[in-house]
């Protein structure tokens, strides 16, 4: 049985931007993307990869962490070097999310920045 829930002016999800920033070339590309309503960042990239070919990503189960974003755009991550999950904020701050793609859930009009990176 599936269940739906109705939540008045919050059905829409989120609207956001996100960035594919490679540091070691300083290319990056922005797409916009979409969350279902509290819907995590995974599902908006996916809903883009489905939409747009130029967006393509690979992961791998963790069973403690959950999805590992492992490739981006044919970038992959290997030894020291990852995919960093960054949000930027209006004013020009940005932060590290503390979970995954799995767990974040972008807020609308939300700057999300996947940056290949090196630890």
């Known amino acids: ?69 492992v490739i981006v755009n044919g970038l992959e991550a290997h030894d020291n070097v990852y995919w960093e999950i960054l949000v930027e904020y209006k004013n020009g701050t940005i932060i590290r999310t503390n979970v995954g793609i799995g767990c974040y859930l972008p807020e609308n009009n939300e700057h999300v920045v996947l940056k290949f990176t090196k630890w």
């Open 1 to 69: 049985m599936e269940l739906s829930v109705f939540h008045p002016g919050h059905d829409q999800g989120s609207n956001i931007t996100l960035t594919v920033f490679d540091s070691f070339t300083n290319f990056n590309r922005t797409y916009p993307a979409h969350t279902a309503y509290r819907g995590s960042l995974l599902g908006a990239m996916k809903r883009l990869q489905d939409a747009d070919p130029s967006f393509t990503f690979n992961t791998t189960k963790n069973f403690d962490y959950g999805p590992y974003l």
